[in-house]
């Protein structure tokens, strides 16, 4: 249920009493506190929500920013999403040459150009993952 639909005056009401705050701050109790008077730590689900409003506004500006992501099969697409939710988009639209790789559908040179980034320095872990994804995309097709 969208409460904001259903109580939009509750809605405005607390966010005009407790003001909006997108970096953490102590309360007036000195407890850790974030957005809307959102004590933290906040949940797991409260975190999935985060994450899936976050993720969302990333892959669209992803698309409007670079339209060769569209035409991208979507093992590819996914694996540029997850660069973008860690990056952001201004981040990954740094990747040129990985682009110009992609354009061309040349997946080994895309993963040439994500090793080849103070990115994979700073987490190989996780970019060996996602080069993982793009190897089994290519040994599938």
């Given at each position: 249920m969208n409460l904001k639909d259903k109580y939009p005056e509750l809605i405005n009401s607390i966010k005009e009493n407790e003001g909006f705050a997108g970096s953490p701050y102590n309360d007036s109790l000195g407890i850790p506190t974030i957005g809307y008077g959102t004590k933290l730590p906040i949940?797991?689900?409260?975190?999935?929500?985060?994450l899936n409003n976050r993720l969302a506004r990333k892959i669209a500006k992803l698309h409007y920013s670079e339209p060769v992501v569209d035409k991208l099969p979507e093992p590819?697409?996914?694996?540029?999403?997850?660069?973008?939710?860690?990056l952001g988009v201004s981040g990954?639209?740094?990747?040129?040459?990985?682009?110009?790789?992609?354009?061309?559908?040349?997946?080994?040179?895309?993963?040439?150009?994500?090793?080849?980034?103070?990115?994979?320095?700073?987490?190989?872990?996780?970019?060996?993952?996602?080069?993982?994804?793009?190897?089994?995309?290519?040994?599938?097709?």
């Open positions: 949940s797991t689900k409260e975190g999935e929500l985060l590819i697409r996914v694996v540029l999403y997850e660069m973008a939710y860690q990954v639209l740094k990747f040129k040459n990985m682009f110009e790789a992609l354009k061309d559908r040349d997946y080994i040179r895309m993963i040439a150009e994500m090793k080849n980034s103070k990115w994979y320095r700073q987490t190989p872990n996780r970019v060996n993952k996602l080069i993982d994804k793009i190897e089994s995309f290519m040994n599938d097709n």
